[in-house]
């Protein structure tokens, strides 16, 4: 008994921990069905387009009370393009894997109404792997007490720019946990398929349960498990939310770091979302907070607000944690917190651009760690393409509230750089507790333009703009 002692108090710990995570409670299916009674063969070579959706048809019409869990048997299960429902439990067993295949056509979708057109290139987009229209209390899980060596994908959204492996739009009440994403095609291989104007024959997605034992288990009842889901997907985008009330929570993400647009979690036009206890190390952006780009997102009107992250690790060759450069409906209340990165291109980015509109607001960063990072902290209004010739030059974005406090960096190239837009500054912008060290004794200033604000405690000494002591004002209330 004494020996379990330690475990038990870090268990303890463990739980008062504070978290988001009830912003979408678990809940059980009355009803559970299998894929292999729709004819469903898990062998790898058997197309199971058909089986799949004859059972979410089955699900959505039938709408059994308290909704149905559809169980998918151990073995690799090969499909093409299928649409979930509301009320309804994905559920793999250990060693289960859901394939796509590659001898498939993905169907064109019409583009996001927030976006106006593909992101990469104009007109209709590719359906996702696993997607939803309208669709609301959707549980993707699987066998919390297994290991699998595939990757894993999940992405709750209205659809995706790029290929995403599960996309919903218009959707509501999700939890993802205990997720890994891996194996993204490398930035050579993906302008070869670039070129091709993305050939989706090319695109490979699996999804598995994660099977991982919680090391706190003994200390924790049963009900306090959390079910988990595994995922693979083998193209450009991870995981985009474009929903309301989300948990994001136990996923990992990985992808090449030379793999093009391999941002790991999106949250775009999105609400209530929880994004906790996360590792990602990508080829692009670790988290970005999005809301449209430009004349679309500003019609579409619908910010992302609520966010937070917590407890990230990760490393990229761009940004930890993003807000931008598409805000155009609007970014405001975000948290992020405890969060750990290494070899990592930007520290914290916020980044927009005129064209945008929109807004960014009320932001807090507390306490971040750096480790071999090319530059702190970024925040610039010059960032970011545009869908086409026909966005607004006089829509010029607001910046304001934006808290940055207790961030430590080692063998950081530059600490940080702060750019607002000549007839709209950044304002409000406080730095507490802001430490940056380069790798050489002598670390590289800090450079600004068009901002107001204030620092205490911030080494290497800020820009002037902020260089001044804080004794009242937002700023003094904010730290």
């Known amino acids: ?111 996001l109404p927030s976006y106006g057109r593909g992101r990469e290139l104009p007109g209709r987009r590719y359906m996702s792997f696993i997607q939803g ?51 993204a095609p490398r930035r050579s291989e993906w302008n070869n398929r670039w070129s091709r104007r993305g ?77 906790e206890d996360t590792h990602i190390s990508t080829g692009d952006d670790l988290v970005a907070i999005k809301s449209g780009w430009d004349e679309y997102g500003i019609a579409y009107g619908r910010p992302s607000s609520g966010i937070t992250i917590r407890r990230l690790t990760g490393s990229s060759p761009f940004s930890g944690v993003a807000i931008g450069s598409e805000t155009s409906g609007g970014v405001e209340n975000v948290l992020v917190e405890n969060v750990d990165l290494y070899d990592t291109g930007i520290g914290i980015h916020i980044k927009t651009n005129v064209g945008r509109g929109g807004f960014i607001r009320n932001i807090t960063v507390v306490n971040v760690s750096m480790n071999k990072v090319r530059k702190g902290i970024r925040i610039a209004g010059d960032v970011g393409d545009h869908p086409d010739e026909y966005f607004d030059r006089r829509a010029i974005p607001t910046v304001d509230g934006i808290t940055i406090k207790n961030v430590r960096g080692v063998d950081v190239q530059q600490p940080g750089s702060i750019q607002g837009i000549k007839n709209s500054p950044f304002t409000r912008i406080c730095l507490s507790n802001v430490k940056l060290w380069g790798a050489a004794k002598r670390s590289a200033p800090w450079k600004c333009v068009d901002v107001s604000g204030a620092a205490l405690g911030v080494q290497p000494w800020p820009c002037s703009p902020l260089a001044r002591t804080i004794s009242s004002g937002y700023c003094s209330t904010a730290f």
Request: aromatic share 6%.
């Open 133 to 183: 229209d309208g669709i609301s209390d959707v549980i993707i899980t699987g066998d919390l007490l297994s290991h699998s060596s595939s990757g894993l994908a999940v992405a709750f959204c209205r659809g995706s720019m790029r290929h995403t492996v599960v996309s919903m739009s218009d959707s509501t009440k999700g939890t993802v946990s205990w997720a890994t994403l891996a194996e």
């Open 199 to 275: 050939v989706v024959e090319h695109v490979e997605a699996e999804i598995s349960p994660f099977h991982k034992t919680k090391s706190c288990g003994v200390a924790l009842p049963s009900s306090s498990f959390r079910p988990s889901v595994d995922l693979a997907f083998k193209e450009d985008d991870d995981l985009h939310l474009c929903c309301s009330n989300v948990v994001i929570k136990y996923v990992t993400v990985f992808a090449p770091h030379d793999s093009p647009n391999t941002d790991g979690i999106d949250p775009d036009s999105s609400s209530n979302v929880c994004i």
């Open 1 to 111: 008994m004494a020996a379990l002692l330690p475990l038990l108090l870090q268990c303890s710990v463990a739980v008062t921990e504070a978290s988001c995570s009830d912003v979408v409670p678990m809940k059980q299916r009355r009803e559970v069905i299998s894929i292999t009674d729709f004819g469903a063969v898990g062998d790898g070579k058997t197309l199971n387009t058909w089986p799949f959706k004859k059972a979410i048809y089955r699900i959505q019409h039938l709408r059994r009370r308290g909704g149905t869990l559809l169980y998918v048997p151990p073995g690799v299960w090969l499909t093409g393009s299928i649409s979930l429902t509301s009320h309804m439990t994905l559920y793999l067993a250990r060693g289960a894997v859901i394939k796509a295949t590659q001898a498939w056509r993905w169907p064109l979708v019409d583009p």
